[in-house]
């Protein structure tokens, strides 16, 4: 195992003890810290800084474990590492509280569609279409899958 996945699990293992019910109970000043530091954390990411991405994001899902948000963004980060295991239990983590967030059905169809899955990518467009039909995430999938289709690659 990579020290980042260890720090990851590191990271989690309290998070998982939480129940749901629990991590709602989070108070409007963590929520609101969690928002920002996940702000940020997407903003370092866009520009490059992924230590300091992945610091920001962790540090918004301990002040709030139920940001769905930020858990998709730390999956988006290890997945630009070529992590793929990782990222893909970020994005579960992710839906698992939000079933809708949309960079993490990206993210996670993104993932199928690299293991040779296109019947989960296709369950999660069907997911993005109902959930946020104009969304970047939803005309991003439908292209990517339709370049994976067969039809288009003779």
């Known amino acids: 195992m990579t020290a980042a996945f260890l720090r990851s699990l590191c990271i989690l293992a309290p998070l998982l003890a939480v129940s749901m019910p629990a991590a709602a109970q989070v108070n409007a000043a963590s929520q609101q810290a969690s928002r920002v530091l ?54 579960q983590f992710a839906l698992a509280v939000e079933p809708t967030e949309p960079d993490a059905l990206l993210g996670a169809a993104k993932i199928d569609l690299a293991d040779g899955k296109a019947d989960g990518a296709k369950d999660k467009l069907r997911i993005l279409r109902l959930s946020c039909p104009t969304c970047t995430q939803t005309a991003d999938l439908a292209a990517a899958l339709n370049s994976t289709s067969p039809a288009n690659n003779p």
Do not use: C
């Open 38 to 91: 996940a702000d940020k954390g997407i903003t370092a990411l866009a520009d490059g800084d992924g230590p300091r991405a992945r610091r920001l994001l962790e540090e918004a899902i301990v002040a709030d474990p139920a940001n769905a948000r930020a858990l998709a963004q730390l999956g988006r980060y290890y997945q630009s590492h070529n992590q793929r295991d990782v990222a893909r239990k970020y994005y």
